[in-house]
């Protein structure tokens, strides 16, 4: 069965450092999604992205925040100069269409900022 | 506003007895309503999810959820309950303001005795 992948698994850095934070959607999915889960707290929705660009974003989705498809696979967020508090599980997620399609998660990049 | 409500934040139950986990939305329109499993360390899967029909839905694992509109309900449940099912439920609604995305519940911690 098709699957979300992510990459890496954990990464830690120094606040202040950039970090990327790699997905493999499902290949014929069209939507792709940022969410993040703060330790002990809920999950929450960053980004949407459709078409090569940013659908919607929250709040929290500031000026240090990115995402790009920059090849056929992949979709990146990039966190420029990483905060304290940006430490979370990010969990990577595609769906075929929208609204009501099921959203697929990945197994999420743990990022531990210090 | 659109919210997710899981108002037991942690449940014990013993090996073989039932389960029902509590979830309460606050939506508009139709909603369209999931169920998520996370355990430890690892990313969302999905356990059911309800679009429309029959408000009783089956879902992997033995689980199953009742949509009950009246009372804004989607609770989870299961006869008797294993010890591999320990883990944290998240109920969560997809929404179409903006672009479709998925808003959380605060999550339920499953403990099981053995």
């Known amino acids: 069965e098709p699957e979300v992948t992510q990459t890496p698994s954990h990464q830690v850095t120094q606040m202040g450092q950039e970090v990327i934070l790699r997905c493999v959607p499902i290949?014929?999915?069209?939507?792709f999604y940022w969410y993040r889960q703060i330790l002990g707290q809920k999950v929450e929705f960053l980004v949407s992205?459709?078409?090569?660009?940013?659908?919607?974003k929250s709040e929290i989705f500031d000026d240090q925040f990115s995402v790009e498809r920059p090849d056929g696979s992949n979709f990146t967020l990039k966190i420029r100069s990483t905060k304290l508090e940006d430490s979370a599980m990010y969990f990577c997620?595609?769906?075929?269409?929208?609204?009501?399609?099921?959203?697929?998660f990945g197994p999420g990049t743990r990022l531990l900022v210090l | 506003a659109q919210s997710v409500t899981q108002p037991d934040i942690h449940i014990t139950v013993s090996e073989g007895a039932s389960l029902e986990l509590r979830c309460n939305y606050s939506?508009?329109?139709?909603?369209?309503l999931f169920w998520y499993v996370q355990s430890p360390g690892q990313g969302l899967q999905l356990l059911l999810k309800?679009?429309?029909?029959?408000?009783l839905v089956q879902g992997i694992k033995g689980f199953e959820a009742e949509f009950k509109r009246s009372q804004s309900s989607f609770n989870l449940r299961k006869p008797s309950v294993h010890w591999s099912d320990a883990a944290e439920y998240f109920c969560?609604?997809?929404?179409?303001?903006?672009?479709?995305?998925?808003?959380f519940g605060t999550g339920t911690r499953l403990k099981v005795l053995a």
């Open positions: 939506y508009g329109a139709t909603p369209y």
């Open positions: 969560a609604v997809g929404v179409s303001s903006g672009t479709y995305k998925y808003i």
């Open positions: 290949s014929n999915h069209l939507y």
């Open positions: 997620a595609s769906s075929e269409g929208q609204p009501g399609k099921t959203q697929y």
């Open positions: 992205f459709y078409n090569n660009e940013i659908s919607e």
């Open positions: 309800y679009f429309s029909g029959d408000t």
